[in-house]
């Protein structure tokens, strides 16, 4: 599935066009071998609201950023994921739809140092850490769960990032306040704000495909649920599984997570057979 690094999407407010055609990628296009042809790109998102000329427009930055490559099949003009998106989907996948595990009281620390001469490495590493949902100790010493070691050790091994690191496995000791600790290390109160926006936005599309006997296949259904995957994909890197007792007590992050996989649950199957319905032919464009 997709992820942030994708579309550079965090901001908060209206989804925008780019970041529901990345969710549609990642969702469909590799089960369409990869491949899918800009006229069916376009059907797909006009059910979901977004206009010919947005989809060209993201298109061509995706493009720019290294996400798709144009190629022609036949005489239909259409994209490619790249190799690099199809690395970053894998890793994605297992972060977006995984239902959150227990935190086993372990950490995984991340301690680095990058030369000064180099300092563009330290940059990407930074920026790879906060990706992954790491919170910051301090300047070279960042903190995760543990269940994220080996999403750690995947991705810095992929960037040729690792000869500027070390990564332990630990368990905090003392001497303050676990739950003080991790309000320093991670802005927990802009992800709870997050965490509200999510429920305020699709909530009541939740509420309206439970009152439903059958969830019939359909443009609505597909809708939905791209929009409440574009909104939910931001959430799992953001917040990485932290203990649920080190949490505030008013945490919206647990209700957030219920109402996406009721979504999921209720919604994937349909939108899946409405993209088929609608997208199959683009397999031969």
Excluded at 52 to 65: D, G, N, P
Excluded at 114 to 138: C, D, I, M, N
Excluded at 139 to 151: E, F, N, Q, R
Aim: hydrophobic share 45%; proline share 5%; aromatic share 10%.
């Amino acid at each position: 599935m997709t992820t942030t690094e994708l579309d550079g999407g965090m901001e908060r407010g209206p989804l925008p066009p780019r970041a529901l055609i990345v969710t549609v990628l990642g969702l469909y296009v590799r089960e369409f071998g990869g491949w899918i042809s800009v006229s069916a790109l376009i059907r797909l998102m006009a059910a979901a609201g977004v206009d010919e000329q947005a989809v060209r427009s993201s298109l061509s930055r995706l493009k720019r950023r290294g996400i798709v490559e144009a190629e022609r099949r036949g005489s239909a003009a259409g994209y490619a994921l790249s190799e690099y998106a199809r690395q970053l989907l894998e890793v994605g996948d297992r972060r977006i739809f995984a239902e959150r595990e227990e935190h086993g009281g372990d950490w995984v620390v991340v301690v680095f140092s990058v030369p000064e001469s180099q300092r563009q490495k330290r940059h990407a590493l930074r920026a790879r850490l906060a990706w992954l949902g790491f919170g910051t100790v301090s300047s070279g010493v960042w903190i995760a769960p543990g269940h994220l070691a080996d999403d750690a050790r995947e991705v810095l091994l992929g960037d040729g990032l690792e000869p500027y690191v070390d990564l332990f496995r630990a368990q905090y000791l003392a001497f303050g306040e676990p739950a003080a600790k991790v309000a320093q290390w991670w802005d927990l109160g802009s992800l709870e704000q997050l965490y509200t926006d999510f429920l305020e936005a699709h909530e009541p599309a939740r509420r309206h495909w439970a009152a439903q006997e059958q969830v019939t296949p359909g443009a609505e259904a597909f809708a939905d649920y791209i929009r409440a995957l574009t909104s939910w994909r931001r959430l799992p890197y953001l917040d990485p599984g932290l203990p649920t007792e080190l949490l505030p007590a008013s945490w919206s992050g647990t209700t957030a997570a219920e109402t996406f996989f009721d979504l999921h649950r209720m919604l994937a199957g349909p939108a899946h057979d409405f993209v088929t319905e609608q997208a199959g032919a683009a397999r031969q464009g």
